[in-house]
């Protein structure tokens, strides 16, 4: 039995291309690592996006251990990939991949493929009994969940996460998934309480 914990960068900075994180994200991402240090983590891997790998060393200095970097959790698109994009196209980009889920664009991968890349991460690293920590973005986490979760399985969580998933899926959340024999199940989704009350 693995355990996954799927958590979300903190807040970047809002500029183009590969942003670090705010102040207010490195603090979402402090609030984070405090609330993990109750699980036996044993393992980080994040994402090469700055502000993922800015978490993850966040996480990583509090809990003691040292993170890998992870192609396969790269973002399925991010804003400044393709130059030539402003925000308003892009937005319209997402749109179109979050409800084509098998539509890739020129920069970038489609939504179904993102949430495979994902999968194959939590396979690749998951060990008898291990618990690891995926420091990666939020449209690839809402991308697996819906690759391997029914909507009527996630409704059980959140009435209507199929509908405003990527909403839920905040800044620093953690969602928690327990694998087997390449079975998941689902323990916790998209939490963000530990960023209000501290686990000190």
């Known amino acids: 039995m693995n355990y996954c914990y799927l958590v979300r960068h903190g807040e970047k900075n809002n500029t183009k291309g590969d942003p670090s ?88 991968d489609s939504s179904r493929n993102a949430g495979k890349r994902l999968e194959q991460a939590i396979k690749k690293f998951s060990n008898n009994n291990s618990h690891t920590v995926f420091v990666t973005s939020g449209g690839i986490i809402t991308d697996f969940l819906r690759n391997v979760f029914s909507e009527d399985y996630l409704r059980k969580f959140k009435s209507d996460f199929p509908e405003k998933c990527e909403k839920y899926v905040r800044e620093c959340s953690i969602t928690i998934v327990r694998e087997a024999n390449s079975n998941f199940e689902l323990i916790k989704l998209a939490s963000d309480d530990h960023l209000y009350f501290s686990s000190e």
């Open 21 to 108: 994180l705010s102040v207010l994200g490195e603090n979402q991402a402090q609030l984070t690592a405090n609330y993990l240090k109750k699980f036996p983590i044993s393992r980080i891997c994040a994402s090469p996006l700055k502000r993922c790998r800015e978490t993850a060393e966040i996480i990583a200095k509090t809990l003691k251990l040292s993170f890998d970097i992870e192609e396969d959790l790269r973002e399925r698109i991010n804003w400044g990939d393709d130059p030539n994009l402003s925000f308003e196209e892009f937005l319209k980009l997402w749109e179109k991949t979050s409800t084509n889920r098998d539509w890739k664009p020129k920069f970038g």
